[in-house]
């Protein structure tokens, strides 16, 4: 391949990752029809690795692949549709879609497509996975694994979502200020899983998770100016700038996997995690509290403990007390047993580990089995741990905590 034609595939690859939601966002909000702005956007990206390196990139890639997607809508639509609806159509796909394509500044409405996500009349357990695939671009199998769901399932219950988007003909806006309680918790919902999925990914390997950490916090940042008086859309910022903070500190120099206990702080970015630390005290001064701030204060005792030396565990374990109480979540659950091992020992901490029997979720879940084996080899018990370590491997995707699980396993005795 020339070098040309490799740079243009590159940034064909660029603004496929960097721009699906924004163009997805914007021609859904004009057309009302998701999965057709889906379809014909996901046409568009596939013309783009054919014709760029043929004939160079275009000086504006957005515009180009709007341009091309909204040719694709037309053509579909003239295909399915008949009568003055058809005509009404075509009028919106020929005139409003083709100057905004003339145009470089192209309107970014993600923000008005997830609100209109978290509308009453979809389901609400399929909201923020629809956020998920529409705004951030990640498939069924990725948000399955983010809500511990099966993909199957997921796939069904987004496809009928997006049929209720259109047959409903709900508004792609931000909601008016008595609509958001019933809105807010899941676009942050979507925007935390989001993050969640890239910081994952901390060296940046997988192309699908590189730019989520930035796309959340963008997201997070903008749902944040929007409405400065919602402690959790403060809070949830607060908690991704003090998780984003660490994450040079992550790998060390060879590549290698760095728990938050062996960190290097000097590598942790400090300006961030003061602002993480301003906003958490603006929305603790807004009078109520959530999961988003207590998200927050964890990750903020974590680092009043590396700056001052004081053991703090008594006070993280009372901050996972009251998430656990308002989220039910057995991720919160697995670490709250291992702060509790800190604080009271493995075998405290192990009788307060939720049991997979109880919540069939946790047996795809790779943290909960790490943490297992860590708590069962403290307390001798070297058979069983050898074995929560070995499903750990299995399930973790990333190599560099593969290889950090298997010197742990490795380290046991015989």
Not at 14 to 26: C, E, I, P, T
Not at 211 to 223: G, K, S
Not at 339 to 353: N, T, V, Y
Request: a neutral charge; charged letters at 25%; glycine letters at 6%.
């Amino acid at each position: 391949m020339k070098e040309g034609d490799a740079h243009a595939r590159r940034t064909a690859d660029a603004v496929a990752r960097r721009s699906y939601g924004k163009l997805v966002a914007f021609l859904a909000a004009r057309t009302r029809d998701l999965a057709a702005a889906e379809d014909a956007l996901s046409e568009a990206f596939a013309s783009a690795l054919l014709d760029w390196p043929l004939h160079g990139c275009p000086t504006n890639p957005e515009a180009w692949l709007l341009t091309v997607a909204r040719r694709k809508m037309i053509d579909v639509a003239r295909r399915r549709s008949n009568g003055e609806a058809a005509t009404g159509q075509l009028q919106i796909l020929a005139e409003g879609l083709d100057a905004a394509a003339a145009d470089a500044d192209i309107p970014d409405r993600r923000l008005a497509l997830m609100f209109a996500c978290a509308h009453p009349a979809i389901e609400a357990g399929v909201r923020a996975p629809l956020m998920l695939q529409v705004v951030v671009g990640l498939d069924a199998k990725r948000i399955a694994s983010a809500f511990l769901m099966s993909p199957a399932a997921i796939g069904k219950r987004l496809v009928r979502a997006k049929s209720k988007i259109r047959q409903a003909g709900i508004p792609f806006r931000i909601p008016e200020r008595e609509e958001l309680p019933g809105r807010l918790d899941t676009v942050l919902d979507a925007i935390y899983a989001a993050f969640a999925e890239g910081w994952t990914d901390p060296g940046g390997t997988d192309i699908v998770r590189r730019d989520l950490t930035e796309e959340a916090l963008f997201l997070a940042r903008l749902v944040a100016e929007l409405l400065p008086e919602e402690p959790e859309a403060l809070g949830l910022l607060a908690f991704m700038l003090h998780a984003e903070a660490r994450r040079r500190a992550r790998r060390n120099g060879d590549g290698e996997y760095v728990p938050l206990a062996d960190q290097d702080a000097a590598l942790w970015d400090w300006p961030m995690i003061g602002e993480a630390e301003t906003l958490l005290r603006l929305a603790s001064a807004l009078g109520s509290i959530g999961r988003y701030q207590l998200e927050g204060a964890l990750l903020s005792a974590h680092v009043y403990r590396r700056r001052t030396g004081h053991a703090n565990w008594a006070d993280i374990v009372r901050l996972y007390d009251a998430l656990s109480a308002l989220t039910g979540s057995p991720v919160v659950a697995v670490n709250r047993a291992l702060a509790i091992a800190e604080l009271r020992g493995a075998r405290s901490a192990l009788e307060a580990m939720p049991a997979v029997a109880a919540d069939v979720r946790l047996a795809q879940y790779q943290p909960y089995w790490a943490a297992r084996a860590e708590l069962l080899a403290k307390t001798d018990a070297h058979g069983e741990a050898r074995r929560a370590y070995e499903i750990a491997i299995g399930l973790e995707r990333d190599p560099a905590v593969r290889r950090f699980l298997q010197r742990r396993q490795s380290a046991l005795p015989a």
